[in-house]
Nanobody, 123 residues
Framework: QVQLIESGGGLVQAGGSLRLSCAAS??????YGWFRQAPGKEREFVAA???????DYADSVKGRFSISRDNAKNTVYLQMNSLKPEDTAVYYC???????????????????WGQGTQVTVSS
C-alpha cells in the first residue's frame, strides 16, 4: 500500500523557519510536489523536484523555500525560511507515479497525496 506521510508543520513567528518532511512507502517515485491550500482558496503549487533533483518553485516562495530529496530514505523535504503570514496553509506532499522525469506544477498530474500538515505563521 502506497502512503505519503508528512510531518514538520506547526506554528512559527514571521521570519522563522520550518522543515516539512514527506516519507513515501510502498514504492519509489520519480517526481514529487509540494502544494498548499489556505482557507477559502484553491490548492496552489509550491515546489517540485524530479528524480535527478531538478527543482521548480512558485514565484511567491522562490529564494525562501528549498525542496530536496533523499532517494535512499524515499523522503522529500521542504525547507521554509523567512516565513510570512501569507504562507499560512495546509501543506500537501504529492507523488507522480508516472515514468517521466518532469515534475509538473499541475495538481491533477499527481497520483498520490499526503494527509496534509498545517503551517501557521503569526505576525
Amino acid at each position: 500500500q502506497v502512503q505519503l506521510i508528512e510531518s514538520g508543520g506547526g506554528l512559527v513567528q514571521a521570519g522563522g523557519s520550518l522543515r516539512l518532511s514527506c516519507a513515501a512507502s510502498g514504492r519509489t517515485f520519480n517526481n514529487y510536489g509540494w502544494f498548499r491550500q489556505a482557507p477559502g482558496k484553491e490548492r496552489e503549487f509550491v515546489a517540485a523536484i524530479n528524480r535527478i533533483a531538478s527543482t521548480d518553485y512558485a514565484d511567491s516562495v522562490k529564494g525562501r523555500f528549498s525542496i530536496s530529496r533523499d532517494n535512499a530514505k524515499n523522503t522529500v523535504y521542504l525547507q521554509m525560511n523567512s516565513l510570512k503570514p501569507e504562507d499560512t496553509a495546509v501543506y500537501y506532499c504529492a507523488a507522480d507515479a508516472g515514468s517521466s522525469w518532469y515534475a509538473t506544477r499541475v495538481p491533477g498530474q499527481y497520483d498520490y497525496w499526503g494527509q496534509g500538515t498545517q503551517v501557521t505563521v503569526s505576525s
